[in-house]
Protein backbone atom coordinates (compact mmCIF):
# COMPACT_ATOMS: atom_id res chain seq x y z
CA UNK A 1 0.00 0.00 0.00
CA UNK A 2 1.29 3.18 -0.64
CA UNK A 3 1.53 6.51 1.68
CA UNK A 4 0.92 9.97 1.30
CA UNK A 5 2.07 12.64 3.45
CA UNK A 6 0.61 15.86 4.50
CA UNK A 7 1.73 18.83 6.13
CA UNK A 8 -0.42 21.84 8.12
CA UNK A 9 2.58 24.03 8.51
CA UNK A 10 6.29 23.78 9.11
CA UNK A 11 5.57 23.76 13.27
CA UNK A 12 3.36 20.20 12.95
CA UNK A 13 4.50 17.06 11.97
CA UNK A 14 3.69 15.86 8.55
CA UNK A 15 1.01 13.08 8.71
CA UNK A 16 1.05 10.04 6.58
CA UNK A 17 -2.16 8.50 5.27
CA UNK A 18 -2.08 4.91 3.00
CA UNK A 19 -3.58 5.15 -0.20
CA UNK A 20 -5.37 2.25 -2.04
CA UNK A 21 -7.66 -0.35 -1.69
CA UNK A 22 -7.70 -2.12 1.92
CA UNK A 23 -7.91 -5.36 2.29
CA UNK A 24 -8.58 -6.17 6.49
CA UNK A 25 -11.37 -3.73 5.81
CA UNK A 26 -12.61 -6.71 3.79
CA UNK A 27 -13.44 -8.96 6.70
CA UNK A 28 -12.93 -6.42 9.54
CA UNK A 29 -16.17 -3.99 8.52
CA UNK A 30 -16.59 -1.69 10.82
CA UNK A 31 -14.08 -2.95 13.27
CA UNK A 32 -11.57 -1.50 11.03
CA UNK A 33 -11.27 2.41 11.50
CA UNK A 34 -10.72 1.82 15.28
CA UNK A 35 -7.67 0.14 14.72
CA UNK A 36 -6.92 3.22 13.64
CA UNK A 37 -8.41 5.21 16.13
CA UNK A 38 -11.05 7.07 14.09
CA UNK A 39 -14.55 6.59 15.57
CA UNK A 40 -16.13 8.90 13.35
CA UNK A 41 -15.83 6.74 10.37
CA UNK A 42 -16.71 3.72 13.24
CA UNK A 43 -19.69 4.93 13.45
CA UNK A 44 -20.59 5.41 9.91
CA UNK A 45 -19.77 2.28 8.78
CA UNK A 46 -21.55 0.49 11.69
CA UNK A 47 -25.03 2.42 11.01
CA UNK A 48 -24.55 1.95 7.34
CA UNK A 49 -24.27 -1.73 7.88
CA UNK A 50 -26.96 -2.08 10.96
CA UNK A 51 -29.31 -0.08 8.68
CA UNK A 52 -29.32 -2.05 5.40
CA UNK A 53 -29.41 -5.30 7.64
CA UNK A 54 -32.38 -3.98 9.59
CA UNK A 55 -34.17 -2.87 5.85
CA UNK A 56 -33.81 -6.43 4.48
CA UNK A 57 -34.71 -8.39 7.43
CA UNK A 58 -38.30 -6.28 8.11
CA UNK A 59 -39.23 -7.38 4.39
CA UNK A 60 -37.84 -10.26 3.13
CA UNK A 61 -38.32 -14.11 4.90
CA UNK A 62 -35.85 -14.74 7.27
CA UNK A 63 -33.67 -17.60 5.51
CA UNK A 64 -33.71 -15.42 2.23
CA UNK A 65 -33.17 -12.04 4.26
CA UNK A 66 -30.07 -13.53 6.15
CA UNK A 67 -27.92 -14.82 3.04
CA UNK A 68 -29.00 -11.45 1.53
CA UNK A 69 -27.84 -9.73 4.27
CA UNK A 70 -24.60 -11.65 4.55
CA UNK A 71 -24.21 -10.43 0.81
CA UNK A 72 -25.22 -7.19 1.35
CA UNK A 73 -22.28 -6.42 4.56
CA UNK A 74 -19.82 -7.90 2.27
CA UNK A 75 -20.81 -5.74 -0.86
CA UNK A 76 -21.10 -2.40 1.82
CA UNK A 77 -17.01 -3.38 3.23
CA UNK A 78 -16.03 -3.80 -0.19
CA UNK A 79 -17.09 -0.04 -0.74
CA UNK A 80 -15.77 1.32 2.24
CA UNK A 81 -12.25 -0.81 1.40
CA UNK A 82 -12.04 1.47 -1.69
CA UNK A 83 -13.05 4.03 -0.48
CA UNK A 84 -12.13 4.72 2.68
CA UNK A 85 -8.61 6.26 2.83
CA UNK A 86 -9.78 8.57 0.67
CA UNK A 87 -12.06 9.75 2.61
CA UNK A 88 -9.72 10.37 5.33
CA UNK A 89 -7.25 12.38 3.04
CA UNK A 90 -10.32 14.35 1.80
CA UNK A 91 -11.02 15.30 5.46
CA UNK A 92 -7.24 16.48 6.46
CA UNK A 93 -7.21 18.58 3.11
CA UNK A 94 -10.42 20.09 3.99
CA UNK A 95 -8.98 20.97 7.67
CA UNK A 96 -6.15 22.91 5.60
CA UNK A 97 -3.54 20.15 5.54
CA UNK A 98 -1.33 19.94 1.80
CA UNK A 99 1.17 17.40 0.22
CA UNK A 100 4.65 17.22 1.64
CA UNK A 101 5.61 16.12 -1.56
CA UNK A 102 5.90 15.84 -5.15
CA UNK A 103 5.20 12.14 -5.35
CA UNK A 104 2.02 12.85 -2.84
CA UNK A 105 0.68 15.46 -4.77
CA UNK A 106 0.91 13.83 -7.70
CA UNK A 107 -0.79 10.80 -6.55
CA UNK A 108 -3.99 13.16 -5.74
CA UNK A 109 -3.87 14.97 -8.40
CA UNK A 110 -4.06 11.72 -10.49
CA UNK A 111 -7.05 10.74 -8.33
CA UNK A 112 -8.90 13.82 -8.88
CA UNK A 113 -8.89 15.16 -5.35
CA UNK A 114 -6.39 18.17 -5.23
CA UNK A 115 -5.25 20.46 -7.58
CA UNK A 116 -2.57 22.96 -7.57
CA UNK A 117 -3.12 26.44 -6.82
CA UNK A 118 -1.42 28.20 -9.94
Known sequence: MQKIYLKYDDYTPPVECDYGFIFKMIYLGFL???????????????????????????????KLGLSICIIMLFIINLLFAFNYNMIVIEDYLKKGYVPLDYNSSDLLIKKGIYFKLQ
Open 32 to 62: YPLTKKDYRMFYIILMTEVSVSTLIMLFIPF
